[in-house]
């Protein structure tokens, strides 16, 4: 157990629908992270947010919507999704504090769109 | 641009035996950290060493030790006595202060043969 806790852990969506993904911290960390996890492909850092403001949009498709609303909550609200976009999506948070850099982890959720 | 390449798409190691996983890394940056972690079939990522990069000294962590040539900006994990739990996939990370951005090579898969 890394503290960090993603829900649901698999979700299987259909084209038209919305859903969200939600991921819980409980390190007191100031940073969190989404990652799309594809097979044979680097993990792809997809938004950060530190002290809950959003300082990194690596060119992701506006059918993901990120929300921070405090420093342990972050979602990833989907809408509209595409069968590629169907990957295992990783949380991370981190305390980025000089000597104290390293994320943590959550399960992922692994989302299929149909 | 933050760049890390892992050439060994798969390796296998005996068990008991001794296996080294290959890193090399760029950056620009000259504060920075570099991470091993570890995914299992089980999909949490997991952290298993970290290096400083302005420690000289190189990293261990029980079975496991980092070979870090900094002017070669190269950073290996060498896992000693392999045991079956240590079967996963391995990926090699830069974290840099200035961007607060975890950037991950594509993988190593390990297997370790009984």
């Known amino acids: 157990e890394t503290g960090v806790t993603q829900t649901p852990r698999h979700l299987v969506m259909g084209m038209t629908n919305k859903k969200s993904l939600k991921c819980e911290q409980h390190l007191g960390h100031n940073a969190m992270y989404w990652y799309k996890q594809s097979a044979k492909k680097p993990l792809e850092l997809m938004f950060v947010y530190n002290f809950k403001e959003q300082t990194e949009n690596n060119s992701v498709p506006s059918r993901f919507s990120p929300e921070c609303p405090n420093s342990s909550h972050l979602f990833l609200h989907l809408h509209t999704l595409q069968p590629e976009d169907s990957a295992l999506y990783l949380c991370?948070?981190?305390?980025?504090?000089?000597?104290?850099?390293?994320?943590?982890f959550g399960q992922g959720t692994r989302l299929t769109v149909v | 641009a933050q760049t890390v390449t892992q050439s060994q798409p798969e390796m296998s190691v005996q068990e008991a035996e001794t296996v080294t996983l290959s890193c090399t890394y760029d950056t620009s940056e000259s504060d920075y950290y570099l991470f091993w972690y570890k995914q299992p079939p089980s999909r949490q990522m997991i952290l298993v060493i970290r290096q400083e990069a302005y420690k000289q000294q190189n990293a261990t962590e029980n079975r496991f030790s980092v070979n870090f040539q900094k002017a070669a900006k190269s950073f290996s994990l060498k896992i000693s006595d392999s045991q079956l739990g240590d079967a996963a996939m391995y990926f090699c990370?830069?974290?840099?202060?200035?961007?607060?951005?975890?950037?991950f090579g594509t993988g190593t898969r390990l297997k370790v043969l009984a």
């Open positions: 990370a830069l974290f840099t202060s200035g961007t607060y951005k975890y950037i």
């Open positions: 991370a948070s981190s305390q980025n504090d000089r000597g104290r850099t390293e994320a943590f």
